[in-house]
Structure formats: structure tokens, C-alpha cells
């Protein structure tokens, strides 16, 4: 394909791996595409954007961009409409088109350890990846989805995001102990948030498959705890290796569904680029 520039904008920057896992794509492609990370901060966001656009085909953004990059985006898939959040920027056509890999990040990792459908399931924590993790477990057909948090009262919008599912949110403070038994937790807590012993280790107790989206703290206060109850815990890397996968087939052709050519090959070496092989 023609050469194009693309980037990873957040703050902080310096720590992702967006930039390895996309550059071991393109070679596997054959593109000569290039890919950067630039430190934007919220408040600068919209003059960067104004400013660079011209010259780039598309934009990955991570924290505390994507409420901003939701704003300054035209169009928007039925993903990011739901969670109010784009992390990805197709730059191509007239104006910005917004779309939420995140979601379809979680749904193909889990699958990758053999969770296709579920009908109850808990979150840990109330940010904003709490709101990708609820629709990816409305796409997996759940029903049910407590919601532990520090404050009941953050629940509140998923609650509301929920009614639109069709799935019951239930909040539950996050020192309840014992925690209902569930076979899927998807914790959204930033990579070293303190967490009591006790309560990770209520949390583990019945607490089925954990998917911890961190995956730059690895291990954290909760695999720990599901090592110590003899549970299985997975980190994020697996959903920030598949949301790459689904934006590249963004700035590719504007579809997230449309396999990459030979795309197999692809992830198997974007997989690698992510332990550093």
C-alpha cells in the first residue's frame, strides 16, 4: 500500500507498545507505513489534531484521549456510540470517523481462552474501560453484571448504559466479601491500584476466569489472588494485541470486520513484537 504515517497519542506515552505491535504488522504486510507516539495532553488535543491531521492517515489514542477523540469525530461505529469512547481515528476522508476497538479487544481475547457466551459476570472497577467491558459482555449475551467499585455511586452511568443492553447491572461495594460466584471477572482497575488482601482474595474466591486488562503491572493484586485460590488469570495483553489487530483493519480499509490480508500470519507476529521476540 502507498506510504502513510499513523500515531499512538496519550499522557503518559512513553510506555506503550502500540508502536512495536503496529510496526511488526506492517512489515508482515509490506507496507511502508510508519507509526509514532506523541505526548498530547487532554487540553492540547484539539490544536494537535487541527494541525496534524492533513498528514496522517489515522490515529490511535489511549488515556485520557478518547472522551476528546469521541468529541472531535464525525462519524462513529455502533461501539464507540455506546461507551462514548474512540480510541482509534480514521483521518482518510473529508472529517475524523471514530471507532472503539477496546470492545472487540476484549471479545477476542476472551475467546482466545475459550469464552465465547456468558450470562453473568462482574466487573471490577467503574472507569471508563468498565463501560468497553460491559458491552463486550452484553456482546458475549450476558444478563447479569455486578459491578464491584470503591463508590456504589460510579455504577450509576453503567446502570444506565446497561438498561440500553438489556443487561441487569448490579453495583456491589468492592469490600463485600463474600462476592456471588461467577465464571468470568473482567477487573478495570489501573495497574497498581492498592487493593486489600482480603477483599482480592474474595474476589478470587468463586470468581471464575479472571481477564485483568493491566498488562504492563503484571502480576497484579488480583492474579495474585487467583493464584492463590488455584484460578486461572489472564492480563490485558491479549486485548491490546487484538484492538491493534482491529484498528490496522481500520486504517486499511475503514472496516473493523475485514480481515487483514493472510491474518493469521499477522497476529502471530504481532504476538511476538509483544514479548519483545
Known sequence: ????????WGDPIEHSLSPALHAAAYRQLGWDWTYGRRR?????FPGELAASAPALRGLSLTMPLKAAAFAAAATRDERAALTGAVNTLLLTGAAPRGFNTDVGGIVRSLAEEGVDGVEDARIVGAGATATSALVALAELG?????????RPAAVTPLQVLG????????PVPLTADPFAPVPLTIATLPGGAPLEPLTADALATGGGLLLDVVYGHWPTALSDAWERVGGRAVSGAGMLLHQAVLQIRIFRSGDPAEPLPDETAVVAVMRRALVGG
Open 142 to 150: 450476558a444478563r447479569r453484571v455486578e459491578v464491584a467499585a470503591r
Open 1 to 8: 500500500m502507498a506510504d502513510a504515517a499513523l500515531e499512538v
Open 163 to 170: 438498561d440500553r443492553l438489556g443487561i441487569t447491572v448490579l
Open 40 to 44: 498530547v495532553t487532554e487540553a492540547a
